[in-house]
């Protein structure tokens, strides 16, 4: 029967919520506090955002079976200008996005009417996000559900924010921030098109100049100064004149508008084209050279200031740029001019091992680049810049820089020019093109009297390491990018004039920025119940009711009074917290760790004492589309709902978790989706075939498989700690496999009718490992199996105490043995007649064991080994073939680790009985012909092509006839 799995999932939804399996409250289990990233309503969620949620609900059931009380909660996160600039584009009909909204998230055309109402953008996509969530099956306790502007919440930030303000951590100064210009509010990852966090690079301006007139170049590099030989210029932009804090510059237009937002007065005097400036020449700052302006295509108007230092030995496009008017490629140039570039020389002053004594000329040889426009300059840069970054030093024709790393001296060299007074600094965005969702070009901007959270504070820092160092982090190669992210982490603006939000308390021309507002949330989900329910009233929670629930600071007795609660529900509502924090473990996507998940941390540590900072963060990629980056723009993105009803709940979740481990990228795919689903159909029927528990049987074979078993969910258990859920996800489903065709095999060749039990057994313990994370389908199949109980109700399975060593080694020598017989009948094409086996002489299994302790032990001499077993009475034949031990110790050592400790404990065991008792059936099942076995050394063998003698321990003669 084919599964209808639409129906399976709400079969099994139903009876969760009718059972309230999910909801949590204290008792007297161990408790587990996993929470997951709340999702920002202002679309649906696709497959993409699947993947966090589904490993942090995957985790939250795993615990459920090992005994903990898991509370796994779930807000949403309304704060913000997003969904503001959303209404506002609504407003003002725009296309493209009511079209994304009617064809791509399916809203009726009357409810896009309402989204003026940003409100009402963020509540639609809150029940469509809400809807996903239980169809995905996702173990949510819903009662303690919030949104970040309900009045409770806004108390709860505003205690937060007074806290804070309390310890000095929210400081008010000049800070420079991302910002859009229509907005008029800082942007962070979240405001952004495409989710991009704007980070920012400091620039040094140089200036240059013509008589009075300014030519400022920015530069990341101030020490090149020394090795410049010209200024490039665009003969196609048209520059500006402009009064810069009362000096003339020449500048882009762009850089004009730019500095605006860095606090200077600007005022435009004229335009000037980049054409009427090349042969003009400039003279330095710092000496008295002068220098020639020449013409460059690779200098853009948006970088800077639009005007560029040539430093030609350092920088291949310099070099290049110079070489393409010597050799005539750059036309346009009057001869007077161009005899004056053929004195240019480059000026080396940084030495580097490895690149030459004019590094740009060297690379750009190397790698073939012959003008301007070449791709491979970017690379040819990047190159020489990251090697002389770390490894250069300067020449001595950098005065008293000479003999100075690069990596240090950029701090001594800006201070140095700024004395001088021919310098300025200029901040713009690292990655350019950042746009505010509203979609204006976001720039940076110097806020004056703004507030900022001082994450530069050296204390709070250090608290933070001390947090990230004794917390899990998963997978534990993340680490270093936090402790990065941490030492430079600087001020953050933490207050914006427009969205949605609470206001700052003590100055409530500003709202609280939406990445402050959700860093310590997850304490709000240990009261929000009691919010929800109506037993606690916003306008009754003030500071002292926060500082009694989180510190036990104040009289109870008053605080309950006030709160107009009883001193008994103000205990509950603190038992909750105490019971509940610190989160055990926190889910998020990559993409938060410069942001979400280390402000997550400082704000912990800042705000809650050390047994309530957070115990672990989990840190997964993205998923990709057929291999491809999902967009709206490629069309690949699938709404999660959809999705789920074309697929089913279970398929998805496994598709996401299976083809990829946490920090990589998932790749979801039709196809995989297809294996998946005849994966579970096939376990499903096996269900429906075994469903009679059944008595367990006690032959070799049945031993050997429940001992495979045992291993099974080690192997399994050991990966779910880890949150190594493709490799758990593999073992469960197909793992497994080849162990039960061996035993199939087995029990057929003995015409068996009694596996039913053994086979439920294997199933059940599948299917209860395969539980958390296809919840809908192993319930369906744990019913099948005739039980009662819901799986996600049953313990996690639990190994055997001891593993059957010597059933788990017999078995192996069996499979070997008849891999052997099927090799060899291949490569001669024989169809046997005869099969005759040879097990090695007793004191070969005996030499062989010694051999094997000694491994264990650290040794490998062959030398060693043939004198200790030589000195041995029952081992002293390996004298007559001292081959014996050589091939011996290469056979254990080409054996992995875990099967020499099997070998050891099983300890010797009786080759010729194990497969004459146990072989036979399968020689004559596959080849349909008695199996004959003899040991080395009996005299009455049948040997005629003497290969008795070849035999080794658990490597048997075979000669087949």
Same mark, same amino acid.
């Given at each position: ?7 399976? !999932? ?10 309230? !399996? ?60 997003? /969904? ?153 932009? /048209? ?110 002053? /940084? ?77 713009? +965005? ?42 899990? =982090? ?162 690949? =993105? ?17 598709? /996401? ?105 294997? +199933? ?133 680790? !875990? ?38 050394? !009996? ?23």
């Amino acid at each position: 029967m084919e599964l209808n799995w639409n129906q399976i !999932d709400d079969k099994w939804r139903s009876k969760w919520y009718e059972a309230k !399996d999910f909801e949590t409250d204290p008792n007297d289990k161990p408790k587990k506090f996993i929470t997951v990233a709340y999702p920002y309503p202002n679309s649906p969620q696709h497959i993409g955002h699947g993947r966090t949620y589904t490993l942090a609900d995957v985790h939250s059931r795993y615990y459920r079976m090992k005994g903990f009380n898991v509370l796994f909660p779930m807000g949403f996160h309304y704060t913000g200008t997003p /969904i503001l600039g959303m209404s506002k584009r609504v407003q003002a009909n725009d296309e493209e996005l009511i079209e994304a909204f009617k064809n791509l998230y399916n809203v009726p055309e009357e409810k896009i009417k309402e989204f003026v109402d940003p409100v009402k953008i963020a509540d639609y996509f809150h029940e469509e996000i809400k809807a996903g969530m239980i169809e995905m099956g996702y173990s949510i306790d819903w009662r303690r559900e919030f949104t970040t502007i309900i009045p409770a919440y806004q108390k709860f930030i505003e205690w937060q924010f007074r806290n804070l303000k309390e310890k000095d951590l929210i400081v008010q100064g000049n800070h420079p921030v991302g910002w859009c210009p229509n907005d008029q509010n800082p942007v962070s990852q979240h405001d952004t098109l495409g989710d991009v966090e704007p980070d920012f690079s400091e620039y040094i301006v140089i200036k240059f100049n013509i008589g009075e007139e300014i030519v400022p170049v920015a530069t990341l590099r101030p020490e090149t100064l020394f090795g410049v030989t010209n200024l490039w210029i665009n003969p196609e932009i /048209i520059y500006k004149k402009v009064k810069v804090d009362g000096e003339t510059w020449i500048i882009s237009a762009e850089c004009a508008y730019k500095l605006e937002f860095l606090n200077k007065k600007i005022e435009i005097i004229e335009d000037i084209s980049g054409s009427q400036l090349i042969g003009k020449k400039v003279h330095s700052p710092t000496s008295e050279d002068e220098f020639l302006i020449l013409p460059a295509s690779f200098v853009t108007a948006t970088t800077g200031t639009g005007i560029v230092m040539s430093v030609p030995a350092h920088a291949p496009y310099d070099f290049q740029a110079l070489e393409d008017i010597k050799n005539g490629n750059q036309k346009n140039i009057e001869d007077s001019l161009r005899n004056e570039i053929e004195k240019i020389q480059p000026v080396t002053i /940084i030495s580097t091992d490895g690149l030459g004594d004019i590094p740009a000329q060297e690379v750009i040889k190397r790698m073939g680049i012959t003008n301007q426009d070449d791709p491979k300059l970017e690379d040819a840069t990047k190159e020489i810049y990251s090697k002389e970054f770390y490894e250069g030093k300067l020449n001595s024709n950098t005065g008293e820089f000479a003999g100075k790393k690069i990596t240090f001296v950029k701090e001594e060299v800006k201070e140095w020019i700024s004395k001088t007074g021919k310098s300025d600094i200029m901040l713009e +965005l690292t990655n350019e093109s950042v746009r505010c969702r509203c979609g204006t070009e976001c720039v940076v901007k110097l806020l004056n009297n703004q507030w900022f959270l001082d994450y530069a504070n050296k204390e709070w820092k250090a608290k933070a390491h001390e947090c990230f160092e004794s917390m899990n =982090i998963l997978p534990n190669d993340i680490r270093t990018e936090f402790f990065n992210v941490l030492d430079w982490l600087r001020e953050r603006a933490c207050a914006r004039q427009h969205g949605l939000g609470t206001k700052i308390p003590w100055d409530t021309d500003w709202l609280v920025e939406s990445l402050a507002d959700s860093v310590i949330y997850m304490s709000f989900y240990t009261m929000a119940k009691f919010v929800n329910s109506g037993e606690i009233l916003a306008e009754n929670m003030n500071d002292e009711f926060f500082n009694y629930i989180f510190y036990g600071n104040g009289d109870s007795e008053i605080i309950a009074k006030n709160a107009k609660i009883t001193i008994e529900k103000l205990e509950e509502i603190r038992k909750e917290f105490l019971y509940f924090y610190p989160v055990d473990s926190r889910h998020s996507g990559r993409d938060l760790v410069p942001n979400h998940l280390t402000f997550f941390v400082l704000n912990h540590v800042a705000i809650f004492p050390k047994e309530n900072w957070p115990k672990e963060i989990v840190v997964n990629g993205s998923v990709l589309m057929d291999g491809k980056k999902m967009s709206k723009s490629m069309g690949n =993105i699938i709404p999660l709902r959809d999705a789920v009803k074309k697929y089913g709940a279970d398929p998805i979740r496994l598709a /996401i978790l299976i083809s990829a481990e946490l920090l990589q990228d998932a790749d979801f795919n039709a196809e995989s989706i297809s294996g998946i689903k005849n994966r579970l159909q096939s376990m499903y029927n096996e269900c429906v075939k075994f469903n009679n528990p059944g008595k367990i049987g006690t032959e070799p074979e049945d031993i050997w498989i429940l001992s495979k078993l045992s291993k099974l969910i080690f192997e399994v258990t050991e990966s779910m700690e880890k949150m190594r859920l493709r490799e758990s996800l593999h073992h469960i489903l197909y793992g497994f496999d080849s162990d039960l065709q061996w035993y199939m095999k087995r029990a057929s060749a003995k015409n068996r009718n009694d596996i039913s039990g053994v086979l439920n057994r294997v +199933l059940a313990t599948r299917i209860s490992m395969l539980s958390p994370f296809a919840p809908h389908i192993a319930e369906e199949m744990w019913e099948k199996l005739g039980n009662s109980e819901m799986v996600s109700r049953s313990s996690w399975p639990k190994q055997e105490e001891q593993t059957d060593d010597r059933a788990v080694q017999n078995e192996s020598l069996l499979s070997s043995v008849m891999n052997d017989i099927s090799n060899i009948t291949k490569v001669t094409k024989i169809t046997p007649k005869k099969i005759i086996i040879y097990t090695a002489d007793i004191w070969k299994s005996k030499a062989y064991h010694k051999i094997l302790s000694g491994v264990n032990l650290g040794e490998t001499n062959v030398g060693i080994f043939i004198k200790e077993l030589i000195s041995q009475k029952e081992t002293e034949n390996v004298k007559k073939d001292p081959d014996f031990v050589k091939k011996t110790l290469k056979d254990i050592l080409s054996e992995p680790m !875990d099967l020499r400790k099997t070998k050891l404990n099983a300890g010797e065991i009786d080759e010729s009985e194990i497969i004459s008792n146990e072989l036979s059936s399968l020689i004559e099942a596959d080849y349909g012909i008695k199996l004959q076995v003899f040991s080395e050394n !009996d005299s009455e063998k049948y040997d005629p092509k003497n290969k008795a003698r070849m035999a080794r321990p658990y490597k048997p003669a075979i000669l087949i006839e």
